[in-house]
């Protein structure tokens, strides 16, 4: 297939335009799902007329325009609808007409973060708040979704089903947050995203390291995030936190797809263009000591050191420290430790480590042997080890472990 054919560019402008459209008509119509309906709609009339009458001029305007009178139609009908209703002496609910003039006025900015904020509420489950997410912000298919989570298309149609079946059991509004709320409904919203890049960046189960699709998702909904809410330090501080992180991901695995630890990267590999920017975002937030800054200001650590051994890690365990009193949790304490391990030696992390209670988490057993295994206790090692590959449902992370475990035998 050609790449000019109208086929593929009605696609491809589709997955650029997409998630404005569903925000335009979120806005207009005041119902996710519906919203959705009308946006496939047009992507069909997109798809058969395109072929014919040739790929617009502007693209993206004439997928809005469409869509926008598909959505008035709609209305209109609902309205005679109801009218017709009430002729027959039945109620019908109340509901509160849009007014069709400032319909078609394009209000961008506000109807993404209007989205953002919906997709994401609190009322939703996780899984439900990160598949909606990815599916209307994102653009990306059920197929697609599944493929990135190993689990089965028809378990995320259920997701995102039942998430625009909660939200209009819950009229929740298709608007932002009154300020009483802002705050934590902000924190869902980045929570979302940061979870979408965490499984990108480090995927819990499968034959993969890595699914960087995820990644540039998070990275991509980020930026917008930033760009629309630009006076939100968090919002900077996670988009620096990715964007730092990401720079690491060629130097992550080895041509045969195995791991490498932070340690051991080459740190010439390290995406440079990432770090400036990621330097640049966290500036934007200096002075502010939320979870996210502080954790971006710890990878900021790692950006800055030419070599492993330049690291400062007196500064990343004072930066833990920081961060355990503001988002206090067992896998804080856990990164913490290693921080404490590097900068004070491995006895004062095992020290840190023996009072955790992290049960499940492959992470801790291997951090505790690699602890173990620089104080010269090997034998502990290797079991915390071989605990930690029981442990883990992601292949290539129980391979490294095993290999750990192997190497102290």
């Known amino acids: 297939m050609m790449a000019t054919d109208p086929r593929r560019t009605v696609e491809t402008v589709w997955r650029m335009e997409s998630a404005r459209i569903l925000a335009a008509l979120a806005r207009l119509v005041r119902d996710v799902g519906l919203a959705e309906e009308l946006a496939q709609d047009t992507l069909v009339v997109a798809l058969e007329q395109w072929p014919v009458i040739g790929v617009p001029d502007h693209p993206g305007s004439w997928l809005m325009a469409t869509a926008k009178h598909r959505a008035i139609d709609a209305m209109r009908r609902r309205s005679r609808y109801r009218e017709k209703l009430e002729l027959l002496g039945r109620e019908t609910p109340d509901a509160e007409e849009p007014d069709l003039a400032a319909a078609m006025d394009d209000y961008v900015g506000d109807d993404l973060l209007r989205l953002v904020f919906t997709t994401c509420h609190p009322v939703l489950s996780t899984e439900s708040r990160v598949a909606l997410t990815l599916r209307l912000l994102g653009g990306l298919t059920t197929e697609e979704i599944a493929r990135a989570y190993l689990v089965s298309e028809s378990t995320v149609g259920q997701r995102i089903t039942r998430a625009k079946r909660t939200l209009a059991e819950k009229k929740v509004p298709i608007e932002l947050p009154p300020p009483a709320e802002a705050a934590q409904r902000l924190a869902s919203v980045l929570e979302v995203i940061y ?43 996670l988009v620096a936190l990715m964007e730092l992180q990401a720079s690491r991901t060629a130097a992550r695995t080895a041509a045969d797809g195995t791991p490498i630890l932070l340690q051991d990267q080459d740190r010439r590999r390290w995406d440079r263009l990432l770090i400036r920017r990621g330097l640049a975002a966290l500036a934007k937030a200096e002075g502010t000591y939320g979870p996210y800054v502080l954790q971006a200001s710890i990878a900021a650590c790692h950006a800055r ?18 961060l355990s009193h503001v988002s206090p949790s067992p896998v804080v304490d856990l990164n913490r430790a290693v921080a404490i391990g590097h900068a004070y030696g491995p006895a004062r992390g095992l020290e840190i480590v023996d009072g955790l209670n992290l049960p499940g988490y492959p992470l801790m057993p291997a951090v505790r042997g690699d602890l173990l295994a620089r104080l010269g ?13 029981a442990m883990t449902r992601n292949a290539r992370e129980r391979a490294l472990f095993e290999a750990r475990a192997t190497a102290l035998r």
């Open 195 to 237: 979870l979408i890049f965490n499984e990108g960046y480090a995927a819990t189960a499968g034959e993969d390291w890595m699914r960087p699709a995820l990644c540039e998702e998070a990275l991509r909904l980020g930026r917008i995030l930033a760009t629309l809410a630009p006076d939100e330090p968090e919002v900077h501080g």
């Open 377 to 389: 206790r090997t034998g502990e090692a290797r079991q915390e080890f071989e605990r930690a590959a």
């Open 305 to 322: 050191a030419a070599r492993a051994e330049d690291t400062d890690w007196r500064r990343i365990a004072a930066l833990y420290e920081v």
